[in-house]
C-alpha cells in the first residue's frame, strides 16, 4: 500500500505559479513511477506528467508542455509539480498517483491521493 497526500493548491493570477507537492508513505516510495493528472468541472480526469523511478524520465502532456516540470525527491518521499505560466484553462483538481511504469493512461496507476485544488483567475 502506498498512500498519497498532495498540497500546495491554491488561487493564482493567470501567468503566475505554483508548485504542488505529493508526500508519499507506505511502501517504497523510490520503486514506484508518479504522475500528476488533473480533473476539471464536468470533464475526465486527464494525465498531466509522470515520471520513471528507474530512469528519472518525464513526460508531458501537450498541453502543459514547456510550462510544467516533475521532479521527485527520493529521500524525501515526495514528488513535486512546478506550475508556471498558468492559464485559466489549467483550473482543475490536480491527483497524483504512483504505479509500477510512467505511464499517461489512468489505469496504469494503482494509488491516489484525495487531489488539491488548482484555481487560476483571468
Known amino acids: 500500500q502506498v498512500q498519497l497526500v498532495e498540497s500546495g493548491g491554491g488561487l493564482v493570477q493567470a501567468g503566475g505559479s505554483l508548485r504542488l507537492s505529493c508526500a508519499a508513505s507506505?511502501?517504497?516510495?523510490?520503486?514506484?513511477?508518479m504522475g500528476w493528472f488533473r480533473q476539471a468541472p464536468g470533464k475526465e480526469r486527464e494525465f498531466v506528467a509522470a515520471?520513471?523511478?528507474?530512469?528519472?524520465?518525464?513526460y508531458y502532456a501537450d498541453a502543459v508542455k514547456g510550462r510544467f516540470a516533475i521532479s521527485r525527491d527520493n529521500a524525501k518521499n515526495t514528488v513535486y509539480l512546478h506550475m508556471n505560466s498558468l492559464k485559466p484553462d489549467d483550473t482543475a483538481v490536480y491527483y497524483c498517483a504512483s504505479g509500477r511504469h510512467a505511464s499517461t493512461l489512468i489505469e496504469h496507476y494503482a494509488y491516489w491521493g484525495q487531489g488539491t485544488q488548482v484555481t487560476v483567475s483571468s
Open positions: 515520471i520513471s523511478y528507474t530512469t528519472g524520465s518525464t
Open positions: 507506505g511502501r517504497t516510495f523510490s520503486l514506484y513511477a
